[in-house]
């Protein structure tokens, strides 16, 4: 059972560079999100999904995009890389239906930006 | 705004010993509240979910206590081994989202 699986684990770009993080769940779960996790700030809510089609903004969504074309699914587009995105990039998912589910987490991707 | 805060952020304690971990947020309004472990390098592990209709939760070694007219929750870790060495999380759902703590990061020397 793969669970959350996030790619690449690591990645480094250069400023003005765009990139995709992938992350595929394979427990058919309606809810998805990406996370960021920096040093001082915690973990910080970028965008998440509710379901195929469906996506909404977090707490931190600029300079990154996401879309929601299938349940297992949930790229985050970095459209022009910058400094500031230098993270730990985490996503997560859980079966929406259920309200009091815990969150799955995947492994992250960690950036670099120079 | 809902913010969540985790003291103390560094715990040592030898091999053995019942430690509790701390976490207070501003806001009762939540739907429920999850503690994490987080390894180096890695992601992060649901240990315990406490529904905000709950007092507590156990797994195991762990009991994990709500209390939210003040805002406040514990884990307790009895018999501590080095293993439990990592870092632990506590997140608020209000809505669709978690709130996170910036967590305690916990070692337990042989």
């Known amino acids: 059972n793969a669970g959350v699986t996030q790619t690449p684990k690591f990645q480094v770009l250069k400023t003005g560079q765009s990139m995709t993080l992938q992350c595929a769940q394979d427990?058919?779960?309606?809810?998805m999100s990406w996370y960021r996790q920096d040093p001082g700030m915690g973990l910080r809510l970028i965008h998440y999904s509710v379901g195929a089609g469906i996506t909404d903004q977090g707490e931190v969504p600029n300079g990154y995009n996401v879309s929601r074309s299938t349940t297992e699914d949930f790229p985050l587009r970095l459209l022009s890389a910058a400094p500031s995105q230098t993270s730990v990039y985490f996503c997560a998912s859980r079966p929406d239906r259920v309200y009091n589910s815990p969150l799955h987490f995947g492994n992250g991707t960690r950036l670099t930006v120079t | 705004k809902q913010e969540v805060t985790q003291i103390p952020a560094a715990l040592s304690v030898p091999e053995g010993e019942n430690l509790v971990l701390n976490c207070s947020f501003t806001?009762?309004?939540?739907?429920?509240l999850q503690w994490f472990r987080q390894d180096p390098g890695k992601g992060l592990t649901s240990l315990l979910l406490i529904q905000s209709s709950q007092r507590e939760q156990t797994s195991g070694r762990l009991n994990a206590s709500l209390d939210k007219s003040s805002g406040r929750s514990t884990l307790y870790i009895a018999a501590s081994q080095p293993g439990d060495s990592a870092t632990y999380l506590c997140a608020v759902r209000p809505f669709q989202k978690l709130v996170f703590g910036q967590g305690t990061r916990l070692t337990i020397n042989p």
């Open positions: 806001d009762s309004a939540i739907y429920n």
């Open positions: 427990m058919n779960h309606e809810y």
